[in-house]
């Protein structure tokens, strides 16, 4: 072990870290000399360096320390909405006055970051951050900074209201293994993990791999993503179910990953209750969204089917699923996929993975309007991202059922051999289970665009569309469709009347 008890490590103290690591040295030659270490996490609750050397590199992720209860930071902001101002921290103590003693970090400006070296106590910005991390060097919180198109901002501290738990990097790291031990191609390997430090070595993933959500927005065309993704969601949901599985291995991975609790009542509360209710930490394109907002609020038969989805989602230990399947868990270039940032891990239902994602394309979809201009409609753009939709349930449907029949008379405690060893049974239960599946993906890709919208943690895709009332006419357009699909998903049978409903939507 490199460090007794857990400290969050910095670009200088990381070059020690490393040296004291062989599993992480010998994929630098154990040439530590001239290496370069840049922090990119871009994401709303790590760091992660990319580290370089002459021989090697890899990638490290390390959680921030647990928030400290009752170490409440104050910002306050100058300026209105689009309009330059100060951002102030003040601390309990002296504000910070150089890096070791802590600034701000992280900062984002609708997708752009302001990189270190930090910012000391008073930054000048445009309000529009979403994620403010403030680092000293004891602890660190993470603040949400909010400011509403009205005359006076106001602030929304997520922190001591909102632990959450260094373990997480713990499951993140199984998780990575056992996604990669069936899906090596897809998945970045691990090359360390420790567990006291909160941190995990990994693959880099070099340029030009870019976070897929990017790509999208770019108007980029991935020919292999359907291909790609469908063998990641196939092969992961399929060997940690009980298809694959004997119920005693089951049970005693589904009782590993129940520590993965804080995470899961995470996602609970952003995910399946926020939106639906008055909360602190919701915000919409306003007054734009207002109405929708409220609509959402005040809708029975929604509130009705989500309660089954959040149930759904807490009860059903279906198969080890990756949790934040977004297209920011992502990465991509032309011809690689591979799929990051699993600390959301646990055993749930395998429909909440192949939602997030399908929601998240839907999302990209109905954001193409906004980034339109007088050099590309993104109309061709669009009809790319129809048919990823389409072919990765098809593709995913068709590799998954081939897994299935390759397996039937293996361990897999579900469908027992002497029970459903007639083909014609054999389809029989495979229909009902992929209607099943159909369902749930459709529901809970629905849930996730609707939590995009008007919860507290939006998308890039919409965000980086500056045009106020451009953007609310998109995500009022994405929410139309995810109410419907919520609410009368069961009525639609096959992916292509989805997109025929995406396209219905003007
Ligand atoms: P978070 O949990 O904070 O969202 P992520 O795991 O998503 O963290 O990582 C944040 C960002 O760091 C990603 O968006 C990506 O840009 C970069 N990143 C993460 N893992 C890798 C990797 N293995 N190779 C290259 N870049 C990575
Ligand atoms: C406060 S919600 C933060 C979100 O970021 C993660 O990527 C998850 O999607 C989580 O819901
Ligand atoms: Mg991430
Ligand atoms: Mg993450």
Redesign the pocket.
């Known amino acids: 072990m490199a460090f007794a008890e857990y400290r969050p490590l910095d670009e200088k103290s990381l070059v020690e870290y490393i040296k004291a690591v062989p599993s992480l040295s010998s994929k630098l030659g154990d040439n530590i000399d001239g290496l370069t270490i840049k922090e990119?996490?871009?994401?709303?609750?790590?760091?992660?360096y990319?580290v370089i050397g002459s021989s090697g590199s890899?990638?490290i992720?390390q959680c921030p320390p647990q928030v400290e209860r009752g170490a409440r930071r104050q910002l306050s902001y100058t300026g209105s909405r689009h309009q330059k101002g100060t951002l102030a921290i003040v601390t309990p103590s002296t504000p910070a006055t150089d890096s070791s003693q802590g600034g701000l970090g992280a900062c984002r400006s609708r997708g752009q970051s302001i990189p270190r070296p930090w910012c000391n106590s008073f930054l000048p910005c445009y309000c529009e951050f979403e994620y403010v991390t403030w680092s000293p060097s004891v602890y660190l919180t993470n603040l949400c900074v909010f400011v509403t198109a009205k005359a006076l901002p106001y602030i929304r501290c997520i922190g001591e209201s909102w632990p959450m738990t260094k373990e997480r990097a713990y499951f993140?790291a199984v998780a990575l293994k056992e996604h990669g031990r069936w899906c090596p191609d897809n998945v970045?390997e691990v090359y360390h993990f420790d567990r006291t430090m909160s941190l995990i070595g990994?693959?880099?993933?070099?340029p030009p791999?870019?976070?897929l959500r990017k790509g999208l927005i770019a108007g980029v065309e991935y020919p292999l993503l359907a291909e790609h993704i469908s063998e990641y969601m196939a092969k992961t949901l399929f060997h940690a179910s009980l298809l694959y599985r004997s119920t005693t291995e089951h049970k005693s991975a589904v009782a590993e990953f129940c520590g993965n609790v804080e995470l899961c009542r995470l996602t609970e509360q952003v995910v399946f209750s926020d939106p639906y209710k008055v909360s602190q930490y919701n915000r919409w394109t306003s007054p734009h969204l207002d109405h929708d907002a409220d609509a959402i609020r005040n809708d029975n038969a929604l509130k009705a089917e989500i309660a089954e989805l959040k149930s759904k989602f807490i009860e059903r230990t279906q198969a080890l699923i990756h949790g934040?399947l977004h297209t920011?868990?992502v990465?991509v270039t032309l011809e690689s996929t591979?799929v990051?940032?699993p600390?959301f891990a646990f055993y749930g239902p395998m429909g909440f993975d192949v939602g997030a994602f399908m929601g998240n394309l839907i999302l990209a979809y109905f954001s193409q309007d906004g980034h339109a201009d007088g050099n590309n409609d993104r109309k061709k753009y669009k009809e790319w991202i129809l048919r990823t939709i389409e072919d990765t349930w098809n593709l995913f449907h068709k590799k998954f059922i081939a897994l299935w029949d390759k397996h039937k008379d293996g361990s897999g405690e579900a469908y027992l051999p002497a029970i459903y060893n007639n083909p014609e049974l054999q389809h029989l239960v495979q229909k009902k289970y992929f209607e099943d599946l159909f369902h749930d993906t459709l529901g809970f890709g629905a849930a996730k665009m609707i939590r995009r919208i008007v919860g507290v943690a939006h998308v890039e895709d919409f965000e980086s569309i500056t045009d106020d009332t451009k953007r609310a006419s998109c995500e009022r357009r994405a929410l139309e469709l995810a109410k419907l699909l919520l609410k009368q998903r069961r009525k639609f049978h096959d992916i292509g009347e989805i997109v025929a409903a995406i396209r219905q939507i003007q």
């Open positions: 990119v996490g871009d994401g709303n609750l790590n760091f992660v990319i890899f990638v992720k993140e970045p990994m693959r880099y993933l070099e791999h870019i976070i934040d920011s868990s990465m591979q990051i940032d600390e």
